[in-house]
Every structure is written in structure tokens, then in C-alpha cells.
């Protein structure tokens, strides 16, 4: 389905939904309650045809203080997303956990017949979405990826302006995004350190930087990468936000690519968490009839960093036309939430697919690899 033919739907459906047989709400679970799991809450709770039922956390207590913090009473608690599957009948869980945990939570899900909304990035490596895949596919169920700015009108916007032909054949993007210092720890370590996160600065807003150009383009398939990855700022107690995390910390703060992707496409990726200069620069995506220059952003706000520029040829002349910014009327999380709700009930696919987000994950463990071997790699993605 269309982005905005969902986003009319949203709007038009809440009353049919009000009128859905009460008895019949989808029994939603959360698994992992810590920082984005209370958005996910949020959302459901604005939902009036779903009901959380249950939720679990791996540290003892944590989901029960989390709910009742969030004033939902009577949900049952339980110490592991496997306990939790085991015990209950659920229509679907969001998978709220840090990365390491994604692929072993969503697959258990979808194995149990659990329908899931899986949190971005999609896991940590190639072959554990792959796995993610199987299971899916398996499963008959929906697994959709929780990348919200797909639903802001901006992001709309720029798939709007390189489909309607404006840009011409795309042949060239630049894209990334950063922050001066931003090492996400709001609530402890599960960022930075290797066996929770797995990735950093790659998978936590690499993968929206991707997202934004790869879904505007169509997702093309990527064919080589030549990576690179640092972790200058994270390890260093002088530059680190928090010095005492400087000895824990396990991942990438700052990635950039050279990715070749089919038809002729080239792609030039910059990412940070921190480093000394305020921009890793604007995001222009380069077409044989015109250009679109889109601002930069802390790539965290789920949009765009002010007025895009598209850049064309009117009657020969060189012109530059402004695109303003647009608002968003609903919640970013309401609206990813309800997405995946509707594509549950009216059977149909998963609002930001795996086979999208496949290719993106392709690419964070190509420029993995790639920096580990200090060389341009093929990207391999089995048929499954
Ligand atoms: N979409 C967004 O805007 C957005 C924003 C922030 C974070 N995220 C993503 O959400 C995920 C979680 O981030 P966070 O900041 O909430 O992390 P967090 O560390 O605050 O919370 C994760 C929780 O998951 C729990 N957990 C891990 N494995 C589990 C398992 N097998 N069973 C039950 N509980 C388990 C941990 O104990 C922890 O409490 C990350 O992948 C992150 O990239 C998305």
C-alpha cells in the first residue's frame, strides 16, 4: 500500500475501528521495556482495537515498573521474550530489545505464530536477516521494521519528487548525516557496548540515512562496498560524552562507504555519533535532468533539516526551486503502529518489508567487513 493512501487511511479508519467488536482486539506483547518500548506503549494505547496483554524483560522487575510507570494495569510480566511466547496467545509483539537480541526475539516470535513489528536497525548482521527472513517466510506472518520517518511527509516527499521522473535517472547520492557529540547512553550502555548493540553509529542512524535515499530509489540491490569504521570519540575518555564508558565501548561512532548498487548507482555514505566538524553534510541525490539537496540532520528526528532544494533546467536556464517543509499532522509512532496493525487485519504486507530492509542491512555488514579486511568486498545476499 502507498504511503499516503495509508496515512488517508489512518485518518479516515478510527472510527471504523472504534466499532470493531471489542471481544475481538489483537493481543499485543512488548519485548524489551526500556527506552522505546514507552513509545510503542504510547501508541498502542491510542490504538482503541488493540490491548497490551503482556510484556517481559530480561532484568527482574523492569517490565512491571514499566507499565505501571505508564499507568496500564493488569499485564503480565515475564523475564524473557521465551517465557513470555510460551505462556500467551498473542496476536503480536513489538520487539523493543537492543540490537543483539533482535534476531533471536523476532524469530522465536514468528516461529509461535506471533505477528511482528521489529525495531530498526533490523539486527546486527547479513545472515541473522537472512534467518529473520526464513522464519517470516515460514510463518505466513507479518514482520515489519520500525522505521517511522517513512511516514513523515518530507521523506514522502522525496520519493514523490524522484518517482515523478523530476531528477531524471538517478546516477549518484550522497548521504549520511551526524552529530558534533551524540553517543546515545541516556539510560546506560546498551549502544555501546558489543554484545548488546553489536553496531553503533552504523546501525543506529546509518540505517535511517539508507533508508531515506534506498527506499526513495526503490531499493535497488547493492553489489560491492568499500568500507570504513572508527572509534576514535567513544573510546576516548577526553572526547567521550561520558568518560567512564570510554573502556566498555564496543562499536563504530563514525562509518563511511563507497557502495556500488544495481543500475549503475553509486552511493556515498558518511555516518557519526561524534566528530569535530557539525556536518557530515547535506544529502544530495544526483539525477540526469535535475538534482535534489536535501539538508542535513542529526538523523534522530525522523526528518529532514530544513527546505530541500531541487535543482533543474528551466528553458536552459539553471534554476533552483525550494521545496518547503512540510508538516506531519500525526505521530510518527501512531502512525507506524497503526500501519502494522492494519496490515495484520486486512492480511496484507508489512509496511517497510524485509525485502527492503534486507539490502540496507546488507550494506552496514558490507562496510563492516569491508573496514575489518581494509578492502572493497562483493556483497553476497543468498536467495532464500
Ligand atoms: N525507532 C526509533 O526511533 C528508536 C529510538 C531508540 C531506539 N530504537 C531501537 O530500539 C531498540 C531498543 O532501544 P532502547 O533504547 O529501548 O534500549 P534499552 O537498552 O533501553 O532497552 C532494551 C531492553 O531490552 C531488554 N531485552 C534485551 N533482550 C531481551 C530479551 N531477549 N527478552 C526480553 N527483554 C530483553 C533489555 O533488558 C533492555 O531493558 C534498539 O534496537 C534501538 O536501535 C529505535
Known amino acids: ?82 517465557e513470555m511466547l510460551d505462556h500467551e496467545e498473542l496476536d503480536a509483539v513489538s520487539v523493543c530489545t537492543y540490537n ?18 521489529l525495531e530498526k536497525p533490523m539486527c546486527v548482521t547479513l545472515d541473522e536477516a537472512l534467518e529473520i527472513m526464513k522464519a517470516e517466510k515460514e510463518s505466513k506472518k507479518v514482520l515489519s521494521i520500525g522505521f517511522q520517518p517513512r511516514f513523515d511527509e518530507n521523506m514522502k516527499m522525496i520519493k514523490r519528487i524522484v518517482e515523478s521522473g523530476e531528477l531524471g535517472e538517478v546516477y549518484y547520492i550522497q548521504t549520511g548525516g551526524g552529530r558534533r557529540r551524540g ?19 552504523l546501525g543506529d542512524i546509518g540505517c535511517y540515512s539508507l533508508d531515506m535515499v534506498l527506499n526513495a530509489i526503490g531499493y535497488p540491490k547493492p553489489l560491492t562496498v568499500s568500507g570504513y569504521k572508527s572509534n576514535f570519540f567513544g573510546t576516548s575518555k577526553e572526547y567521550s560524552n561520558k568518560p567512564e564508558y570510554a573502556d566498555i565501548f564496543g562499536v563504530d561512532d563514525f562509518a563511511a562507504a563507497f557502495v556500488r548498487l544495481e543500475g549503475g548507482i553509486v552511493l556515498d555514505f558518511r555516518i557519526a555519533w561524534a566528530m569535530h566538524p557539525d556536518t557530515t553534510g547535506d544529502t544530495i541525490i544526483f539525477g540526469k535532468k535535475g538534482a535534489l539537496r536535501i539538508p542535513s540532520t542529526e538523523c ?85
Request: proline share 3%; aromatic share 8%.
Open 1 to 82: 500500500m502507498a504511503n499516503s493512501e495509508l496515512l488517508n487511511k489512518f485518518k479516515d479508519n478510527i472510527s471504523d475501528i472504534k466499532n470493531r467488536d471489542a471481544k475481538n482486539k489483537l493481543k499485543v506483547g512488548i519485548i524489551g521495556t526500556g527506552w522505546i518500548a514507552e513509545y510503542h506503549l504510547i501508541a498502542y494505547k491510542n490504538m482503541p482495537d488493540v490491548e497490551v496483554v503482556a510484556g517481559a524483560d530480561l532484568i527482574e522487575g523492569k517490565a512491571k515498573k514499566f507499565f505501571e510507570d505508564n499507568g496500564v494495569e493488569g499485564v503480565r510480566c515475564y523475564l524473557s521474550h521465551k
Open 100 to 117: 543483539a537480541t533482535h534476531a533471536e526475539c523476532s524469530i522465536y516470535a514468528l516461529k509461535k505464530g506471533v505477528n511482528v513489528l
Open 183 to 201: 553517543i546515545p547512553t541516556p539510560f546506560g550502555t546498551s549502544f555501546i557496548e558489543k554484545e548488546t548493540a553489536g553496531i553503533g553509529a
Open 300 to 384: 534522530w528526528n525522523g526528518s529532514v533539516g530544513g527546505a530541500m532544494t531541487l535543482y533543474h533546467d528551466v528553458a536552459g536556464q539553471q534554476t533552483e526551486t525550494k521545496i518547503p517543509v512540510l508538516e506531519t499532522k500525526d505521530d510518527l509512532f501512531d502512525l507506524k503502529i497503526r500501519s502494522f496493525l492494519d496490515a495484520i487485519i486486512d492480511k496484507t504486507c508489512a509496511p517497510v518489508p524485509t525485502s527492503q530492509i534486507l539490502y540496507n542491512q546488507a550494506i552496514i555488514d558490507g562496510i563492516s567487513k569491508s573496514s575489518e579486511l581494509g578492502k572493497e568486498i562483493e556483497i553476497e545476499i543468498p536467495v532464500i
